[in-house]
């Protein structure tokens, strides 16, 4: 569950971490019945492609051997490296020739000449490497690019130099690479027809892998850093990955014991702290973060665009939806869809969808997509093949229903806001209270030597399931508050944003507020035998009670108010604070109950709040002190959860 997914050239380590691997690796798995092996079919070219400042960058093309009509280009620009993994090594040259090219199989045997390219300062290709590169960067240095202009450069010289081209190109990618697909198709060469940024990066710190809420996103990001580092360039080097070592079974102990981010830092090597670093250093939304921000720059998009992102994809959820609003926004009467699954990060490219963890969809969701949707799309737009059938602007996944649903804009227009409202006793309701029960609040103690884990089993890294994982362990700690509603007597349909509206007060200066909406099964859910967590290891439970994540996240107390200036808590003083968890898609089904769980920490999913008003990077053990936190539910400060509600049909209301 590492951010950014990392390439083939650790294949080893991101099976172990739970990585999506990208480029030819992705399509390994749906490729193993493929009639023909890639080598009788395709011929491995390696250039130099000069761009208009004169840097090189390294670019592979396999051609089809079969020269008798012409081919579209489908190309992958990435940080990855563009190279072969083969015999437990990175490899490079001609003779390297992966097992398969392209998205799935069916794009390899229906004929395309794929092409993909080390991006500026990554392995094989000269130049400077940026994190996500500023595209609007008034004065780049010597070696520095814009995205959009290499991929224009690229574009232009495939064209001339490559036979058999149809002067069509598509372009696609996942994680950094769909980064790298969205912005390079901003001002973009009039032969690109295609694209497909899947959960793309859209803003580091705003939703995606750095920070959610001004939280830190703790463990993934020391993970991923611990194996993507900077290197001199151009260089085929590091020939093999290797993982951390962690010298324990859990993360949670392996962070809480060294506490810090400086003491945390301080376990890496000086190659691996080069690029974790900043985004500690940077912890309010700066111009760091605001220059790699692509949304504002998807302007003067020419190709058809589908873009793709999972439900419980825990590093890139809020990129998908970003990058699709500003098309919408920027390109009016572009051809835009938007198409989003029960899938995990990358999950729709490998494996069939049909579960995550102890969670079923009863279909196999990601072979759906791969065949009748991704293929088609680019089918029609490189090859002028009629699809079967017309792409709705949205077309989502609902949870709990277990069914596609397509729809002409998300959210849907006909959701309609609706708060659900906490009360005294646990008590979750449609109604805000009317007058005051008991004290008017509840309270509890956060404890930062005893933080809120955010799974309740022992693991490494993230595990992939973690975001529809069982939350039992959690409700019967003394520093989560629980509210829960009746039995639904009917279905409730969540789609769009869920925004927690809180009045909240903290004996501190500081606090991080948590918030996660679940789906309570019944008791009498059924558990089939042996049942586990597939392939992701959670222990056997029974399903009976089950507390299904649907969505959480963090709301970093001090950025309540904005996240470049942050403000302390006066302690003791009831304050409002507004935020979003993120986009759900959900149905809480007849006979299940709604749950919301409240708490202060999140570890280490999230790094430690200290709970004094501080710069959190620079704290040390003894700045981190106990707190009272209070969440009030009393007339006129009536905490709740706004919900994007579809109406139910037969329902009344």
Same mark, same amino acid.
């Given at each position: 569950?590492?951010?950014?997914?990392?390439?083939?050239?650790?294949?080893?380590?991101?099976?172990?971490? @739970?990585?999506?691997?990208?480029?030819?690796?992705?399509?390994?798995?749906?490729?193993?019945?493929?009639?023909?092996?890639?080598?009788?079919?395709?011929?491995?070219?390696?250039?130099?492609?000069?761009?208009?400042?004169?840097?090189?960058?390294?670019?592979?093309?396999?051609?089809?051997?079969?020269?008798?009509?012409?081919?579209?280009?489908?190309?992958?620009?990435?940080?990855?490296?563009?190279?072969? %993994?083969?015999?437990?090594?990175?490899?490079?040259?001609?003779?390297?020739?992966?097992?398969?090219?392209?998205?799935?199989?069916?794009?390899?045997?229906?004929?395309?000449?794929?092409?993909?390219?080390?991006?500026?300062?990554?392995?094989?290709?000269?130049? /400077?490497?940026?994190?996500?590169?500023?595209?609007?960067?008034?004065?780049?240095?010597?070696?520095?690019?814009?995205?959009?202009?290499?991929?224009?450069?690229?574009?232009?010289?495939?064209?001339?130099?490559?036979?058999?081209?149809?002067?069509?190109?598509?372009?696609?990618?996942?994680?950094?690479?769909?980064?790298?697909?969205?912005?390079?198709?901003?001002?973009?060469?009039?032969?690109?027809?295609?694209?497909?940024?899947?959960?793309?990066?859209?803003?580091?710190?705003?939703?995606?892998?750095?920070?959610?809420?001004?939280a830190f996103k703790l463990a993934a990001n020391f993970d991923f850093y611990a194996a993507f580092t900077a290197a001199p360039n151009p260089t085929p080097l590091p020939k093999t990955g290797s993982e951390f070592d962690y010298g324990v079974a859990d993360g949670y102990d392996y962070f809480l014991k060294h506490r810090t981010l400086a003491n945390i830092a301080a376990t890496m090597t000086d190659t691996q702290r080069e690029l974790f670093m900043p985004n500690i250093e940077h912890d309010t939304y700066d111009s760091f973060w605001k220059e790699r921000a692509i949304g504002p720059h998807i302007k003067n998009v020419k190709a058809a665009v589908l873009t793709v992102g999972g439900w419980f994809d825990a590093e890139d959820a809020a990129g998908p939806f970003i990058v699709h609003r500003a098309l919408e926004a920027q390109n009016k009467g572009g051809n835009h869809a938007l198409v989003v699954g029960p899938w995990v990060h990358g999950g729709w490219a490998r494996g069939d969808g049909a579960r995550l963890g102890h969670v079923k969809f009863d279909a196999k969701t990601s072979e759906w997509f791969r065949r009748e949707v991704q293929f088609p799309f680019f089918e029609q737009h490189?090859? @002028?093949?009629?699809?079967?059938?017309?792409?709705?602007?949205?077309?989502?996944?609902?949870?709990?229903?277990?069914?596609?649903?397509?729809?002409?804009?998300?959210?849907?227009?006909?959701?309609?806001?609706?708060?659900?409202?906490?009360?005294?006793?646990?008590?979750?309701?449609?109604?805000?209270?009317?007058?005051?029960?008991?004290?008017?609040?509840?309270?509890?103690?956060?404890?930062?030597?005893?933080?809120? *884990?955010?799974?309740?089993?022992?693991?490494?890294?993230?595990?992939?399931?973690?975001?529809?994982?069982?939350?039992?362990?959690?409700?019967?700690?003394?520093?989560?508050?629980?509210?829960?509603?009746?039995?639904?007597?009917?279905?409730?349909?969540?789609? @769009?944003?869920?925004?927690?509206?809180?009045?909240?007060?903290?004996?501190?200066?500081?606090?991080?507020?948590?918030?996660?909406?679940?789906?309570?099964?019944?008791?009498?859910?059924?558990?089939?035998?042996?049942? %586990?967590?597939?392939?992701?290891? *959670?222990?056997?439970?029974?399903?009976?009670?089950?507390?299904?994540?649907?969505?959480?996240?963090?709301?970093?107390?001090?950025?309540?108010?904005?996240?470049?200036?942050?403000?302390?808590?006066?302690?003791?003083?009831?304050?409002?604070?507004?935020?979003?968890?993120?986009?759900?898609?959900?149905?809480?089904?007849?006979?299940?109950?709604?749950? /919301?769980?409240?708490?202060?920490?999140?570890? *280490?999913?999230?790094?430690?709040?200290?709970?004094?008003?501080?710069?959190?990077?620079?704290?040390?053990?003894?700045?981190?002190?106990?707190?009272?936190?209070?969440?009030?539910?009393?007339?006129?400060?009536?905490?709740?959860?706004?919900?994007? /509600?579809?109406?139910?049909?037969?329902?009344?209301?």
């Amino acid at each position: 569950m590492i951010r950014r997914t990392l390439p083939a050239l650790v294949f080893g380590f991101c099976i172990a971490a @739970g990585l999506t691997i990208p480029s030819a690796a992705i399509a390994a798995d749906s490729a193993k019945d493929s009639k023909r092996p890639t080598r009788e079919a395709y011929t491995k070219y390696e250039y130099r492609i000069p761009m208009r400042d004169g840097v090189q960058l390294f670019t592979v093309v396999y051609v089809p051997k079969d020269s008798t009509r012409s081919y579209p280009f489908l190309m992958q620009r990435t940080p990855y490296s563009a190279g072969v %993994r083969a015999e437990g090594e990175l490899r490079y040259g001609v003779d390297w020739l992966p097992e398969s090219l392209g998205p799935s199989r069916e794009f390899e045997e229906a004929g395309y000449i794929f092409v993909s390219q080390d991006v500026r300062g990554r392995y094989m290709s000269e130049g /400077v490497w940026q994190e996500m590169t500023p595209h609007g960067k008034a004065t780049p240095a010597k070696g520095e690019g814009r995205e959009s202009d290499d991929m224009y450069d690229t574009v232009a010289w495939l064209l001339k130099n490559i036979p058999n081209n149809n002067g069509k190109v598509g372009i696609w990618g996942i994680s950094y690479p769909g980064f790298y697909a969205a912005a390079s198709v901003i001002d973009s060469h009039p032969a690109i027809k295609a694209a497909s940024p899947q959960a793309p990066i859209a803003d580091l710190y705003m939703g995606d892998d750095s920070y959610h809420g001004g939280a830190f996103k703790l463990a993934a990001n020391f993970d991923f850093y611990a194996a993507f580092t900077a290197a001199p360039n151009p260089t085929p080097l590091p020939k093999t990955g290797s993982e951390f070592d962690y010298g324990v079974a859990d993360g949670y102990d392996y962070f809480l014991k060294h506490r810090t981010l400086a003491n945390i830092a301080a376990t890496m090597t000086d190659t691996q702290r080069e690029l974790f670093m900043p985004n500690i250093e940077h912890d309010t939304y700066d111009s760091f973060w605001k220059e790699r921000a692509i949304g504002p720059h998807i302007k003067n998009v020419k190709a058809a665009v589908l873009t793709v992102g999972g439900w419980f994809d825990a590093e890139d959820a809020a990129g998908p939806f970003i990058v699709h609003r500003a098309l919408e926004a920027q390109n009016k009467g572009g051809n835009h869809a938007l198409v989003v699954g029960p899938w995990v990060h990358g999950g729709w490219a490998r494996g069939d969808g049909a579960r995550l963890g102890h969670v079923k969809f009863d279909a196999k969701t990601s072979e759906w997509f791969r065949r009748e949707v991704q293929f088609p799309f680019f089918e029609q737009h490189l090859k @002028g093949v009629k699809p079967g059938k017309t792409l709705a602007p949205v077309t989502v996944f609902e949870t709990g229903s277990n069914v596609w649903r397509q729809y002409d804009a998300w959210p849907p227009k006909p959701a309609k806001a609706r708060t659900l409202y906490f009360g005294a006793n646990g008590a979750l309701r449609w109604q805000q209270p009317a007058a005051t029960t008991g004290a008017g609040f509840d309270e509890y103690v956060a404890d930062p030597a005893r933080p809120v *884990p955010y799974i309740g089993y022992p693991a490494l890294g993230v595990p992939r399931e973690y975001m529809v994982s069982d939350q039992r362990f959690a409700a019967t700690r003394p520093d989560v508050l629980v509210y829960q509603s009746a039995v639904l007597e009917e279905d409730v349909t969540v789609a @769009g944003p869920v925004r927690p509206k809180l009045f909240v007060s903290t004996s501190g200066t500081d606090a991080d507020w948590v918030v996660k909406l679940i789906d309570v099964y019944p008791a009498s859910f059924p558990t089939p035998a042996g049942e %586990r967590g597939g392939d992701v290891g *959670p222990p056997a439970v029974s399903l009976g009670g089950f507390q299904q994540l649907v969505r959480g996240n963090p709301l970093r107390g001090k950025f309540r108010n904005s996240y470049e200036k942050p403000e302390p808590f006066v302690p003791g003083k009831v304050e409002p604070i507004k935020y979003e968890l993120g986009q759900v898609n959900h149905t809480f089904r007849r006979g299940h109950r709604i749950m /919301v769980q409240v708490q202060s920490s999140w570890f *280490p999913l999230i790094d430690l709040n200290p709970q004094t008003f501080m710069r959190i990077p620079d704290a040390k053990p003894g700045d981190f002190k106990k707190a009272t936190q209070r969440l009030y539910h009393a007339p006129g400060t009536a905490s709740g959860l706004e919900l994007m /509600v579809l109406p139910n049909p037969g329902s009344a209301n």
